[in-house]
């Protein structure tokens, strides 16, 4: 690796938000791989795989902020309050999230709460699940004469959802609706766009476990998606595209030799 | 760097279309950097800049395809056509694409190309500018209590953007627009988004150049970003966030020697 692509990672008594990107490790960023070598601890979500964990030296310490089964997440003010307390005991802190620290990551409390504390910090941007996924099952975000515009929105409760939304809105203005959602908010955001009147054959694509082992595609329609997603019983985490791409299959899901970890690859026919 | 984060480039014969990311060599992806390593050919676009580029071997042909001062852009089919000769001649191919392959980036119209010819492809997301350049200014484009969607949309002409979005409803919509647009856009945006509700004191920030060297941002509101782009001779590309998250500032616009490149740090007061 050439020398000027390599930064160092965070300086003790500093803190680094850094995203994670989709959980392949080839789609970690080169300063995020760099951040995880040289740091003495790292806080991280659940979800972050152990391809990627995998890079943090055995010396530093790793403490699981996410959920696991039988055990509760951390409340955010707790992650707060550790990543304060690390850097002011002086060491190289990095919070490893998943997808992108400022794309439904809350990286923007935990950016407060360290400009409140006076602890310096740098943001290093991620791959978010919003594009990747899509990507890894062939389906073009934006595509021309298919989509101009895409849109992200969560279906996590407590992030607010219909509260904030004009659903009637969001369903007329067009363009590729993007779910960051528990599929057990599937029901609530498809019925909200049927009543605002997106046809019932409008394609509905749910990617699980986006370039993870494990990972599965299922394509339906918004009119049929909720019992078709739970027939299929897709492991979490999954992300819902809703709209025209969603029909489309620029990629073949058979692997093939050429495909690496995630296998996002056409193979010739 | 561990062996089970190194991945191979292209095979023989084989394309992948690469996301660069923003810019920023650190910002690029651990496979992005392998493909380039290994590979034969790398057509890329204008906007990758030299710290990307100083990957590619000095035995591999760069094509340029994107647009230069006196120069015209290569035609979408042209490229396309450049691609499937090239893999058909048996090389390692690999299409770098400022940003993510599938956002905005005709990475779909080129997996069609390829599909049609029968070449083997792979394609690797890249982080997208509409995520990062927003980072790099300090604004997170969810954040609880401010917004809770994302809307990408594009300016440039030819991608359809009046025809295909109904501007009304995306206004009242809620949430964040970011633009990925020509600045002599904003003109036609801006009055959209005016005419269609939105008020005239919402946030704006502009973000030229995000994570390269001469980055700058500008930051105004939605009645008076026109004028004021013109006046700030902003450089080319720039990113237009509109929404209440345009008015935060989660970092500092001054450097410290925590920043790396594209110095999107907090310094301690």
Redesign the interface.
């Known amino acids: 690796?050439?020398r000027?692509?390599i930064?160092?990672g965070?300086?003790p008594g500093?803190v680094w938000l850094v995203g994670a990107?989709?959980g392949?490790?080839?789609?970690?960023?080169?300063?995020a791989?760099?951040a995880l070598r040289s740091a003495d601890v790292v806080l991280h979500d659940a979800l972050v795989g152990p391809?990627i964990l995998?890079?943090i030296p055995a010396g530093a310490t790793r403490v699981n902020v996410g959920k696991r089964k039988g055990h509760h997440p951390w409340p955010q003010a707790a992650i707060n309050a550790r990543l304060v307390a690390e850097a002011q005991a002086g060491r190289r802190v990095v919070r490893l999230k998943g997808g992108?620290?400022?794309?439904?990551g809350?990286?923007?409390?935990e950016?407060?709460a360290?400009?409140a504390a006076?602890?310096?910090?740098?943001?290093?941007?991620?791959?978010?699940a919003g594009?990747?996924a899509?990507?890894?099952a062939?389906?073009?975000?934006?595509?021309?004469?298919l989509?101009?515009?895409?849109?992200?929105?969560?279906g996590h409760a407590g992030?607010?959802?219909a509260?904030?939304?004009?659903w009637?809105?969001?369903?007329?203005?067009?363009?590729t609706v993007v779910g960051f959602m528990a599929l057990t908010s599937l029901d609530a955001v498809a019925l909200r766009l049927l009543s605002a009147g997106r046809p019932d054959t409008t394609p509905v694509a749910v990617i699980a476990r986006a370039t993870l082992p494990g990972q599965r595609v299922l394509r339906t329609t918004l009119g049929a998606c909720t019992l078709a997603v739970r027939r299929a019983r897709l492991p979490m985490p999954a992300l819902v595209v809703i709209g025209a791409v969603a029909a489309?299959d620029?990629?073949s899901d058979q692997l093939?030799?050429?495909?690496?970890?995630s296998g996002?690859?056409?193979?010739?026919?």
């Open positions: 690796m050439s000027d692509v930064t160092a965070p300086a500093t990107g989709p392949d490790p080839g789609l970690l960023t080169l300063r791989a760099e391809g995998g890079l992108d620290p400022f794309v439904f809350r990286g923007g409390e950016a407060l360290l400009q006076d602890i310096p910090f740098l943001v290093v941007p991620g791959i978010t594009t990747a899509p990507a890894v062939g389906i073009p975000v934006t595509h021309r004469g989509s101009a515009a895409v849109t992200f929105l969560t992030e607010g959802v509260d904030t939304i004009d009637d809105a969001l369903a007329r203005a067009g363009g489309l620029l990629l093939t030799d050429i495909s690496v970890a996002f690859a056409h193979p010739a026919s």
